[in-house]
């Protein structure tokens, strides 16, 4: 059975940071490209970041330059640090493996 478990969300102030971390089983991790989604209420889906098998990364254009995406294959877990947090990067962050698999997100509030 997939299961992804989100956790580090929580409140932060405007320039601060966190780290996200998604423990991942039921799938081979180490050959799955695994991402990071948000979704803000009332907006869509979006993606933030992609890792392939290979550790290369792609970032959503609102994030880059601030957030890094990250895995650990021995650990079957994928990391997002987030720096210089926005009220606009405010969102359930979601986890997915293979464009196909979901966890259950984890809530980034970012202010004041």
């Known amino acids: 059975q997939v299961q992804l478990v989100e956790s580090g969300g929580g409140l932060v102030q405007p320039g601060g940071s966190l780290r996200l971390s998604c423990a991942a089983s039921g799938f081979t991790f180490s ?38 995406l990250s895995r650990d294959n021995a650990k079957n877990t994928v990391y997002l640090q987030m720096n210089s947090l926005k009220p606009e ?3 359930v962050y979601y ?16 202010s004041s």
């Open 31 to 68: 050959i799955s490209t695994m991402s990071w989604y948000r979704q803000a209420p009332g907006k869509e889906r979006e993606l933030v970041a992609t890792i392939t098998t290979g550790s290369r990364t792609n970032y959503g254009e609102s994030v880059k330059g601030r957030f890094t």
């Open 89 to 91: 990067d405010t969102a």
């Open 95 to 110: 986890c997915n493996s293979r464009g196909i698999y979901w966890g259950k997100g984890t809530l980034v509030t970012v």
